[in-house]
């Protein structure tokens, strides 16, 4: 599915990630856990193709095709979605008109019609459920004056929208409360299938425990320095990541 | 920080030329240069006009020559040279029209071009137009399903000919001719415009509405537009413009008269498109316009503009809110992109009693545009309880680009409230990443984010012109960002 090969990125001058090889296989979920500044908000900029970071080595394959060579759009219309770690409120622009703006994209790009207003208010209604999203969050405008936790919930509503190949969540968990952190979860589990792979960054141990990995990664300096299975979240919770530093790099 | 291929892209649009920028070969009958009484003389005269009349813009031209033009906005242009512009110019149509297969098959191209054609006017919308070529009305419709309610909606020239009771009680009764420099020189040489009467209690069941173009190489536009609203009647207005690319400055000076009498409403619409000049501004149109309403006692007058435009904008179309609880509205959306440059805004004069009104105003600067907001906020001695909510918004699109708010408020009754809010914020790029990111390519993004921050005003204008002035929107900021 995803192929990331010696990827080198930085902002401005400054390198953030050195050389981070990592490969995501249909069906899985990978969680890449890591200390402050190692790069993992980094990883999930460059993959979705924001601007602000210049790719300086390294390639990309997306389902055989080249990643790096495609812009931020035509990623997203290939399959590629990412949660923000903070939302973007778009005042005047209501959530539903800005959702189908983003399907009817995806669908010239597979060369389909726009969708018909029915379908799509069908489509709204499934997905929402999902997340427990009610109607008045559905119809504001996109994120303005949602809380939090609605936030977080209407990107997953937005990726199931978009029924993406391959989703890459930033910190979703970041900034929830329990019930939020189930309800984005039981989204995220719901959407599990075969032949869609999820790349799960977070800092802490918890939100592993409702969406559970097939593989966790450590992320420090821009490289990643230690893979395990779920088991390794719960030893960096315990231990913190000092003796990876000290055991693994040194 | 800049997106992949902005730069080209602005390039591009820059570069592009302005889509409406076609002219018609008509023949016209043409005023030699200058401006003088003979040729005031002349101009009345060809359009067959009262004593009265004639008398009253020679009075006119008498007050302009002593004035002087405004330099107080923030604009800079050239300004015109005033005996360098012919003053009358009309096609030649020599037989009254009977059905639109008898306008001339060149204007009719334009109209199509322009995608206004009458017969989709008349099957789409229901729209009555008069549509203004050159000061000259060409082609009126829907005056039978008018007249049938005593709704008069004709070319000032007609309504000059057929109700000179009316057009004398009220022409110049609201913008007087001394009122400012442009508005004596419209009320000496204007040519042609719209006459619009609603009688009491008469709801009219059409967005009237009008489309101006300027057509001669060097002539001034001078329109005149009056709107009479009777007690208790309504009436929506709709005013868009477009011209053809032009190589001189063209200068369109026009004046707009509302009269809302007791218990009336009239909502006045405007889209404007004018040619805004190439990427350095050359050639666009000046835009100098007075348009103002009074209010009478429980009526209710409310403006609502999409400028995007011509080269100079200078333009506050305003209130005098004279009777007791009368309403005042002014919704905006000014768009200055290139060298353009817009000085914009309302004036709302509160001297009745519990009168209110509300300012919304939304600028957006691209390019290396300038856009200012100017408003005043009066509240006289009488005005007791009198109300005023003002929001100015500005959105920058470039680091080049300039907004400015000048906003006056003057009370002189301490049971006034007067309320200005004001921000001014630059067009996100986490915003458009978030819209690249969810499918939706930059010019999408882009539109979706203008239109959402000028939807408060968006949602004023009626249903078939909001549609086109999200689209003008769209255009007028495509590749912008930077």
């Not at chain 1, 039981?186 to 097939?214: C, E, K, W």
Request: net charge negative; hydrophobic share 35%.
């Amino acid at each position: 599915m995803v192929n990331i090969k010696e990827l080198q990125a930085s902002i401005g001058e400054t390198p953030i990630l050195k050389g981070l090889n990592l490969e995501i296989k249909p069906g899985e979920v990978h969680a890449i856990m890591g200390p402050n500044g190692s790069g993992k908000s980094t990883l999930a900029s460059v993959l979705a193709g924001r601007e602000d970071y210049e790719v300086t080595g390294g390639a990309v394959d997306f389902e055989g095709q080249d990643l790096l060579e495609m812009d931020a759009t035509e990623r997203a219309r290939s399959g590629l979605f990412l949660a923000f770690q903070y939302p973007v409120e778009i005042p005047g622009v209501s959530n539903i008109n800005f959702m189908r703006a983003a399907v009817n994209g995806k669908r010239e790009h597979d060369g389909l019609e726009p969708i018909k207003g029915k379908d799509f208010l069908n489509l709204v209604k499934e997905k929402a459920s999902l997340v427990e999203l009610d109607g008045r969050l559905r119809n504001r405008s996109v994120n303005e004056g949602f809380s939090g936790g609605e936030k977080k919930r209407n990107e997953i509503f937005q990726m199931a929208m978009l029924e993406p190949r391959f989703a890459v969540l930033d910190e979703t968990d970041s900034g929830l409360d329990i019930d939020a952190l189930r309800i984005v979860a039981n989204g995220v589990n719901a959407m599990r299938s075969p032949d869609r792979s999820f790349l799960v960054i977070t800092h802490y141990q918890r939100l592993l425990d409702y969406i559970v990995p097939d593989f966790v990664h450590v992320l420090v300096d821009g490289k990643i320095v230690l893979s395990g299975d779920k088991d390794l979240a719960l030893k960096l919770e315990e231990k913190g990541y000092d003796w990876i530093k000290e055991d693994v790099i040194a | 920080m800049a997106y992949d291929g902005n730069d080209k892209v602005l390039e591009e649009v820059t570069g592009k030329s302005y889509e409406f920028g076609f002219t018609t070969d008509i023949e016209s009958d043409k005023a030699p240069a200058g401006l003088n009484e003979d040729i005031i003389r002349l101009i009345s005269s060809k359009k067959e006009e009262p004593e009265w009349l004639l008398k009253w813009r020679l009075d006119a031209f008498a007050v302009w020559q002593k004035m002087k033009e405004p330099d107080w906005p923030h604009l800079q242009y050239q300004k015109p040279d005033y005996q360098a512009i012919s003053y009358y110019s009309a096609p030649k149509q020599k037989k009254q029209l009977n059905s639109l297969d008898e306008v001339d098959p060149e204007m009719r191209k334009t109209m199509d071009k322009l995608g206004i054609s009458m017969e989709e006017q008349k099957r789409l919308s229901g729209v009555a137009v008069d549509f203004v070529m050159d000061s000259v009305s060409v082609a009126t419709s829907f005056k039978e399903k008018l007249g049938e309610l005593g709704i008069i909606f004709c070319s000032m020239s007609d309504a000059v000919k057929e109700h000179p009771e009316l057009v004398q009680k009220y022409l110049g009764s609201v913008v007087p001719t001394k009122d400012n420099f442009f508005s004596a020189l419209n009320s000496a040489v204007f040519t042609d415009g719209s006459f619009c009467y609603i009688p009491k209690g008469v709801r009219c069941p059409m967005e009237l509405s009008t489309y101006f173009r300027i057509n001669e190489s060097g002539t001034g536009q001078f329109e005149r537009t009056l709107v009479v609203a009777d007690e208790s009647s309504y009436v929506s207005y709709l005013e868009g413009c477009t011209a053809p690319q032009r190589d001189e400055n063209q200068l369109h000076a026009a004046v707009v008269e509302l009269v809302a009498l007791d218990e009336s409403e009239i909502k006045y619409s405007t889209v404007q498109n004018w040619y805004p000049g190439d990427a350095e501004g050359k050639g666009g149109v000046f835009n100098f316009v007075t348009k103002r309403g009074i209010c009478h006692r429980r009526s209710k007058i409310s403006w609502t503009q999409v400028e995007t435009g011509s080269a100079v904008t200078w333009k506050y179309p305003s209130c005098i809110l004279k009777g007791d609880h009368s309403v005042g509205e002014f919704y905006s959306v000014a768009v200055t992109n290139n060298a353009q440059q817009a000085d914009t805004g309302t004036k709302m004069i509160h001297l009745g009693k519990n009168t209110h009104s509300t300012i919304i105003s939304k600028g957006i600067s691209a390019g290396k545009s300038h856009n200012s907001y100017r408003g005043l906020v009066q509240v006289m001695p009488s005005a007791d309880n009198a109300r005023n909510f003002s929001q100015c918004d500005s959105l920058l699109m470039t680091d080049t680009s300039g907004a400015h708010t000048f906003p006056y408020i003057e009370v002189k009754n301490p049971t006034a409230k007067v309320e200005h809010e004001a921000t001014t914020s630059k067009i996100g790029e986490d915003q458009i990443f978030y819209c690249l990111q969810r499918g939706i390519d930059e010019e999408q993004a882009i539109s979706l984010i203008v239109n959402g921050y000028a939807k408060e005003v968006l949602n004023q204008l009626p249903m078939e012109f909001a549609v086109e002035a999200q689209k003008l929107l769209s255009i007028s900021l495509e590749g912008s960002v930077g």
